[in-house]
T-cell receptor, first 112, second 110 residues
């Protein structure tokens, strides 16, 4: 039972345009959501997070949107840069359970 | 600032052999986790610990054991390795929300 789903295995975007990565979840108990970025041969690194009490969180070029009614979140990167090419993982937690559940990941490629 | 350190970085095992992966963190985090990453499957939680001396099962615990004898260390053991355990293993530690990951251990079981 995949509680966190990233239905797009890959995404290709032109440099300078907006990248939108999507994530859906099924567990209504999740109350904290995170995005991680992973380069080859490295561990995932934290990018941005959002609590369920908010619907938007922005950090520089990165913005995460949360739609609780649809159980959907998205990560917007604008403008996209070549260094953004990586695998992006969506993750969710029920803070009472202290476990992070990850999606399958989306490979983002930024083309010059 | 080391953060989360995993050893070894690479290992090749024969089927039936045993090994232990070591994870060490210097951030005084209570929570530690072991994940495995497989193509198309994302990061799946094997076992985790919410404090020294405690461990709990994650999504895919079969074939693995763990121990958290010291707060800074979380060990993952494979008693009898199988080819299905070929994967990249990531350790993480957390304050309870944001997790910090090690660089991974690439394990191949032949």
């Amino acid at each position: 039972d995949q509680q966190v789903k990233q239905n797009s295995p890959s995404l290709s975007v032109q440099e300078g345009r907006i990248s939108i990565l999507n994530c859906d979840y099924t567990n209504s108990m999740f109350d904290y959501f995170l995005w991680y970025k992973k380069y080859p041969a490295e561990g995932p690194t934290f990018l941005i997070s959002i609590s369920s009490i908010k619907d938007k969180n922005e950090d520089g070029r990165f913005t995460v949107f949360l739609n609780k009614s649809a159980k959907h979140l998205s990560l917007h990167i604008v403008p996209s840069q070549p260094g953004d090419s990586a695998v992006y993982f969506c993750a969710a937690s029920n803070q009472g359970a202290q476990k992070l559940v990850f999606g399958q990941g989306t490979r983002l490629t930024i083309n010059p | 600032n080391a953060g989360v350190t995993q050893t070894p970085k690479f290992r090749v095992l024969k089927t039936g052999q045993s090994m232990t992966l070591l994870c060490a963190q210097d951030m005084n985090h209570e929570y530690m986790y072991w994940y495995r990453q497989d193509p198309g499957m994302g990061l799946r939680l094997i076992h985790y610990s919410v404090g020294e001396g405690t461990t709990a099962k994650g999504e895919v615990p079969d074939g693995y054991n763990v121990s958290r004898l010291k707060k800074q260390n979380f060990l993952l053991g494979l008693e009898s390795a199988a080819p299905s355990q070929t994967s990249v293993y990531f350790c993480a530690s957390s304050t309870g929300t944001k997790a910090f990951f090690g660089q991974g251990t690439r394990l191949t079981v032949v």
